[in-house]
């Protein structure tokens, strides 16, 4: 039989159409598919490590380093005099100078100057790994904000994201500075950041955090945010309690009993 | 032809040139070319990963389990024959071997620059004490050290007498 040219360009014309629609299809159900694996992913966090710092019970120390000593120790943190140097890992502040918007121009009288133990909130939504290029800080399953020294290469966005000032620089090679050696875990060397790892290394062997143990007044309490008879989470209940500038939406693991 | 004996001179000179490196070898040649004399752990006579794949890749094996603890979170290794390891640079492997006889010296021998492992990691950890002559590669249960090097090695080290010897190879 002899095809004109008008049946031609009619009989291909419907080919084209019929394949792009069929392309089409498959793109509609795969987005689909896809949809509703994402909707069904989100499983509710079993874990989330989180701390509550009694300040009431802290308080009652004054001058207790314990907290402090402890995590230094046992994570070869340096003192360094210089404040420019110097690498924190948990720390204090004046209490005014944590809370500033508690402060009501009569809170100073009572409160001021007491210091308040500080670390790295370990936040829901951690700022610093939305900034980091190199992935050496990320946020694990289990809520921690972990750091891979190996990978940091020193820019500091890390610290420059941080509203909690956790982070801490290695402008100098921090060994000589160490009393004592931890043979256990590793030091830093110079040109990485360094924080609070919610001693990782200890939870993984069933422990809870050195600064947690070391507390003579049991200030720090330390367990599973994400199961509600944990023990922060029945502190949390029963008192009132503040995260530091939580408005930043950064969500921290770490709660403050006022 | 009147330049005949400068001409055979020059051909003479340049030939021993040209072969001066398979014939001429200064003494501290010698001494560059030992192999470097390990101690072998006194307490274990079995590492995590069999002594070829050890000597070849133990770069590889130590990078995943940097991998795996750091980023993983997961801490145990399971040896090819089952036994159950910590996945730790100073606990296990300085636990065994000791630095500075071990690690560095064939380092040294194979001009690999150290690694920057030990910026951080304490090599100070090493609870391997430094063990006793019986157990360095001249020894006869330390010949293994020297098993499945390719064959054109071996055949330097058995041509050489001054060096340890491959053992009982031919």
Redesign the interface.
């Known amino acids: 039989m002899k095809i004109t040219r008008k049946d031609f360009l009619r009989l291909s014309g419907l080919s084209f159409l019929a394949g792009g629609a069929m392309e089409a299809a498959r793109a509609i159900a795969g987005r689909s598919s896809a949809a509703t694996e994402s909707q069904s992913a989100p499983v509710a966090q079993s874990v989330r490590w989180g701390m509550v710092v009694d300040l009431r019970r802290c308080q009652k120390e004054k001058g207790c380093t314990a907290c402090t000593d402890a995590c230094d120790a046992a994570h070869n943190v340096p003192r360094i005099a210089d404040p420019q140097h110097q690498v924190k890992w948990i720390w204090t502040q004046p209490y005014e100078t944590v809370f500033p918007f508690i402060q009501d121009g009569y809170a100073e009288q009572s409160d001021a100057g007491i210091p308040v133990p500080l670390m790295c909130n370990h936040c829901a939504s951690p700022p610093c790994v939305r900034v980091c290029p190199t992935q050496a800080t990320?946020k694990?399953a289990d809520g921690i904000v972990?750091m891979?020294?190996?990978r940091c290469i020193g820019c500091r966005y890390c610290m420059a994201a941080c509203p909690y000032g956790s982070r801490s620089f290695n402008w100098v090679d921090p060994r000589p500075a160490l009393a004592h050696?931890n043979?256990?875990f590793?030091?830093?060397?110079k040109g990485v950041v360094e924080k609070c790892n919610f001693c990782?290394e200890r939870l993984?062997n069933g422990l809870k955090p050195s600064c947690v143990d070391a507390c003579p007044q049991k200030a720090l309490v330390f367990g599973n945010l994400a199961d509600p008879n944990s023990e922060p989470r029945q502190l949390l209940r029963q008192r009132f309690a503040v995260q530091r500038e939580p408005e930043l939406g950064t969500g921290p693991s770490v709660y403050y009993l006022v | 032809m009147r330049d005949r004996l400068w001409i055979i001179a020059g051909l003479v000179l340049f030939l021993a040139a040209i072969t001066a490196p398979f014939w001429y070898r200064p003494a501290h040649a010698r001494d560059l070319a030992k192999l470097p004399e390990l101690v072998l752990p006194a307490n274990q006579r079995q590492c995590v990963a069999p002594v070829s794949y050890m000597r070849a890749s133990h770069m590889v094996l130590l990078t995943n389990w940097r991998q795996q603890v750091v980023r993983d979170g997961e801490r145990k290794y399971v040896a090819f024959n089952g036994r159950v390891y910590q996945k730790s640079l100073t606990a296990t492997c300085l636990g065994c071997h000791n630095k500075e006889q071990f690690c560095d010296r064939c380092h040294a021998f194979a001009g690999v620059s150290g690694p920057y492992c030990w910026n951080c990691h304490n090599a100070s950890a090493s609870r391997a004490v430094a063990a006793s002559a019986d157990t360095t590669m001249h020894s006869p249960e330390g010949t293994h050290l020297t098993e499945n090097l390719p064959p054109h090695i071996l055949a330097v080290l058995a041509s050489r007498p001054n060096t340890s010897s491959p053992g009982s190879r031919p």
Request: aromatic residues 14%; without cysteine; charged residues 35%.
């Open positions: 990320w694990r972990m891979d020294w190996h050696l043979p256990d590793p030091t830093r060397s990782e993984a």
